[in-house]
């Protein structure tokens, strides 16, 4: 029987650290704001980009997307940007104006890589901070700044002290939904597509897993270590029940149930597949069900049904409001005006740069 310990508060309490528009605006220039008119030319010039979405998105709203579309790529080139963007963006970014996609591991392990001046990071905030802590010498932009994270509002560096105290001894693994003060306590991170190979890897009997409660009750399901939790969760993947999914396969008992593991364990134990955001895409792609329920953002289900047209997606239409924060109109105004820039301290970013680096050259 797998034991579990809990601790913490928690409500939201870690204000999102301090973002400037102004240094890479003085560094690099403003620069003329495109026209956004939409015309033939603008029509043949994105119809390529139209077909990825067609499946998702209606053509009567293509003429609001494509000039914004046509426009974020051009100054992509001019700044010698790229944007990386995690699978909860909407299809517009996801599939017309990203350059990488990926979950939380696929865009860390990008960003250390990545070869451009300016990142533009379409994710919420500890994404964007973690490619500034992975690439410190490039310019790291995020559209919209308040693009926050319930867990990472759940626990701060102070937490980390009091708990090393409290159980001298025993390792800290960090989910990368952290800030990175958080990060700079702690002895490894983890996603949610590594995070029984990082608990193990520790080699020890017990390891303290913050912040959030369900990860480390599905991590403590599947491995023999002690879980030492934290009690934060995620507000999107909390809402879900199991009592709701019961009800889709009483309906349809041919259905699939996907889920990410950030889901409550009664939502987890009615899943045929729990993965990460890229693990439950990949099952998908394998799988080809005929019916699927993705039990996480909604967004996901429609970047894979662009993809896969002739897979039904049952959608119980969670989205989380931090991702929604990035728009087209932002990333257009991040690239023009070279805002919001992440800045950390770099004494903060050096340590939170070992917990990360030691999970990214974890052997797959
Ligand atoms: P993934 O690493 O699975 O993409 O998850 C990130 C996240 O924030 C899920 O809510
Ligand atoms: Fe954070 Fe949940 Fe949004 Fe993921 S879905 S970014 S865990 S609030």
Redo the contacts with the bound molecule.
Sequence with gaps: MPLLEMLGPVTARTALPVVTGTMAARRFGVLPVPSLEWNEQVAQETAHLYERVKAVIPSVEWPFFAPYVKAINALKRERNAVILA???QTPEIFHCVADFVG???QLAREASKVDADVIVQCG?HFMAETSKILSPDKTVLIPDSRAG?S?AAAITGEDIRLLKRKFPGVPVVAY??TTAEVKAEVDICC???NAIQVVESLGTDQVIMVPDQYLAKWVASQTKVKIIAWKGA?E??ERFTGAELRRYRESDPSIQIIA?P?CPPDVIDEADYTG????MIDWVRKNQPRRVVMV??CSMADNVQAELPNVEFVRPCNL?PHMKRITLPKILDSLVYMKEEVVIDPAIAERARRPIERMVNLKR
């Design positions: 995690h699978n909860y979950d939380s591991l919420v994270c867990l990368v939904n996603t949610s597509s995620c999107v993947h990410h950030e990460s955001t890229a693990g996480t953002e989380c």
